[in-house]
């Protein structure tokens, strides 16, 4: 792997998102500091919650996810789609970076915008909350690794979407839908008993808790599976991306 290659894909990525900052940074901080003001501030002094565990703690590790996933997402999905859409993306198919260059740049775009909005938001926090993270090295670890995941997620979709339309189904239809009932604003013995299971089978319910617990030591889940898990994930789709870049698949007309 070429370092002034790679260089070169990841800032024009980074630049890419800093020349709309309304769109890709600030809409997402204010859209979580709502998130933190009625969920955390407001509803929240007037839940009783856990023990020692005060409501806007809980629910922030799960408000910071959301916007985290949504940032890797829409990064690398919307920067593919365009380049195919304007073909641009043929001009890198026939220079000489490779397809691991390639993908570790879109990466490196969406974990930088990713990053820059979740500090945004931690700092937001601080004025709410102590936010301090109890297990920092865990905290980091599930942020990049979810990143990491979702980047990847956004490539295929913006390899697979047609029109600008597909880049959001799955973000309305899946992500969003999961993430709200996988413990982002409630513990799962909130629920019934009898959906437990149900619960356990979403996958965000492990991102949500593994982060919180990495936050405020409380967790609902085994968390060395959920982080195997998460691994596991991440390469299964590096290696699926690198497929079809490989094959050219939608790249080439």
């Not at 000489?96 to 931690?122: C, D, K, N």
């Not at 299964?236 to 050219?248: D, P, Q, Y």
């Amino acid at each position: 792997m070429n370092a002034i290659r790679l260089f070169t894909v990841a800032r024009r990525e980074i630049q890419r998102f800093l020349r709309i900052p309304i769109q890709t940074l600030i809409s997402p901080w204010i859209s979580a500091t709502l998130y933190i003001l009625v969920f955390g501030v407001i509803i929240g002094s007037r839940i009783d919650f856990l023990e020692n565990i005060d409501y806007i703690d809980f629910v922030f590790p799960g408000i910071l996810m959301l916007q985290i996933i949504a940032g890797a997402f829409g990064q690398s999905s919307t920067s593919l789609y365009f380049q195919r859409w304007t073909k641009a993306i043929e001009e890198m198919l026939t220079s000489p970076l490779s397809y691991t260059e390639m993908i570790f740049g879109y990466i490196i775009g969406a974990l930088s915008r990713a990053l820059i909005v979740g500090g945004g938001i931690y700092i937001i926090a601080l004025l709410f909350t102590q936010a301090t993270p109890e297990h920092i090295g865990l905290f980091f670890f599930y942020v990049l690794i979810v990143a990491i995941i979702f980047s990847l997620l956004g490539l295929i979709v913006g390899l697979w979407a047609d029109k600008f339309e597909h880049l959001t189904m799955l973000q309305t239809f899946i992500i969003t839908p999961l993430m709200y009932v996988g413990g982002v604003f409630n513990s799962i013995d909130m629920l019934p008993e009898n959906i437990h299971w149900l619960v356990k089978l979403n996958p965000f319910f492990y991102i949500v808790d593994g982060l919180r617990f990495a936050m405020i030591g409380y967790s609902e889940s085994p968390l060395v599976l959920g982080a195997i898990f998460l691994i596991s994930v991440a390469i299964i789709l590096f290696a699926t991306v690198w497929v079809l870049f490989h094959r050219g698949w939608r790249l080439r007309s």
